[in-house]
């Protein structure tokens, strides 16, 4: 590797294509010595004298022909290789890009999601994964390009963008007390309450502000997902928590209606991950900027979110409901 000299075959192919010192040194912008001492280097490598004096000018040798078309074609991929791309066209990509989403997102990003893709990248198939896999390694060897929704794993493998923070509310059935009347905490915690979590547990962050007013409530079954629980909370008295912005547009379609929870709780923030190796890729990069304004136009779509006339306590939690 210490012999090999890769401005050798840039230089070469400047001689081989002007037959002229001068005009080499000249292309390459350096000096005639400079070029003359170059080209008696590549003499000595190829064991060839490549141009010879013929009168006034220089002339190739046979093996400078045979090599001149080889030459050229190996500098031209070379500065294509170290040339940065040009802008993305999404029309051209062929890929399959894996992206796990969590459900509370999915319900909003899947729709139009796959509408921007078959407008914008046609040759783009999306694979939608449930949130169950491990993100760091899941991100990390592979099996998923995006990760989106409320990130909950931060290290120096993963590359995370906040892109927006969705305050929680409570969703009922349309004609629910907590819906249509004054919500109070007592009346709130006094609820049958449809709690939301992929393991199972009970207790969160609603338990912990709820036990600052010396209140518990009632949870009478927890369920994997958002999409779950909207399903069973219609058409019962059971009451659940969800995104407020997020979920926008699906509760008025399910028949459900929404209200403030009497409590300060921490907001929801929804961000995207990746491993940093596709960072700089072009078509990893239109993918992330995609997501990113499906999330953001459907936040603005929602509307801004309406402030609580709640006393605030200091907030030391996070989450929408329990992990």
């Not at 220089?58 to 074609?73: C, H, I």
């Not at 659940?240 to 709780?265: D, H, R």
Request: overall charge neutral; charged content about 20%.
């Amino acid at each position: 590797m210490e012999a090999l000299d890769m401005n050798l075959l840039v230089a070469l192919d400047a001689l081989l294509d002007t037959h002229s010192v001068t005009l080499a040194a000249q292309r390459l912008h350096t000096s005639p010595p400079a070029m003359s001492r170059t080209l008696a280097r590549l003499r000595g490598v190829l064991g060839d004298p490549l141009l010879v004096r013929a009168g006034r000018n220089l002339v190739p040798t046979p093996r400078a022909l045979e090599l001149r078309y080889e030459v050229s074609t190996l500098v031209e991929q070379g500065r294509a290789l170290l040339t940065p791309r040009d802008d993305l066209d999404p029309a051209a990509l062929r890929r399959t890009f894996a992206v796990q989403a969590g459900d509370m997102v999915l319900t909003e990003l899947a729709g139009p999601m796959l509408s921007a893709v078959r407008a914008q990248a046609p040759g783009v198939t999306l694979r939608f994964l449930s949130d169950t896999l491990e993100g760091t390694a899941a991100l990390r060897d592979g099996r998923v390009d995006l990760e989106v929704g409320v990130i909950d794993h931060t290290d120096p493998e993963t590359t995370v963008r906040r892109v927006l923070t969705d305050r929680v509310i409570g969703v009922a059935a349309a004609d629910h007390p907590l819906v249509t009347d004054r919500v109070t905490v007592a009346a709130y915690a006094a609820a049958p309450h449809l709690s939301i979590s992929r393991n199972g547990r009970s207790h969160g962050p609603i338990d912990d502000r709820l036990a600052l007013h010396g209140r518990t409530r009632r949870v009478v079954a927890t369920v994997p997902t958002l999409t779950s629980a909207l399903f069973a909370v219609r058409g019962t008295d059971l009451v659940c928590s969800a995104p407020a912005m997020l979920s926008a547009a699906t509760l008025p379609a399910m028949g459900l209606g929404a209200f403030e929870i009497p409590l300060p709780l921490p907001e929801a923030a929804i961000g995207m991950a990746w491993h940093p190796r596709n960072t700089a890729d072009g078509g990893h990069r239109w993918l992330r900027d995609l997501v990113q304004e499906i999330l953001l136009s459907s936040a603005g779509a929602a509307g801004p979110p309406k402030r609580r006339r709640v006393r605030v306590a200091q907030d030391t939690g996070g989450g929408l409901e329990s992990r």
